[in-house]
């Protein structure tokens, strides 16, 4: 993956909210991408496309549902991630996903959003996992 060559950082107003960074970048194929991070310092949480080649191409109602869900997940407050030397885990009202980290931390951390909104409260989140 190459820098990214535009950032956008959201920061919400909410009390305890995350801010959101979406960075249009590269895939480690060369094709276009879009990375998705949460926190401050910012955690990595997504990177779209998987592979951006004509036979892997579902098309832009698949890409676009697949960016939908950790950004709604972040601004309405249901999304977990925690990162540890050993790995990550993520959860959100969508599911949950663990593996190794590209490039772990050395402490473990946890970043949890809070809902962007002043009213309302998150979608609940898919059952942890033992990790």
Partial sequence: MSDPVIIDVLTPYAAGAERLVIARTETAEGFPGVLLGIGDP?????????CGCDACDSGSADLLETLDRPILS????????????????LRSSFGVEAGEGAFPP????????APWGLEGSPLPMAPRIRW
């Fill in 74 to 89: 972040v601004v309405d407050g249901s999304l977990e991630l925690r990162t540890t030397p050993s790995g990550y885990c």
């Fill in 106 to 113: 050395e402490v473990a951390r946890t970043v949890r959003s």
């Fill in 42 to 50: 910012t955690e990595s949480i997504d990177l779209q496309p998987d």
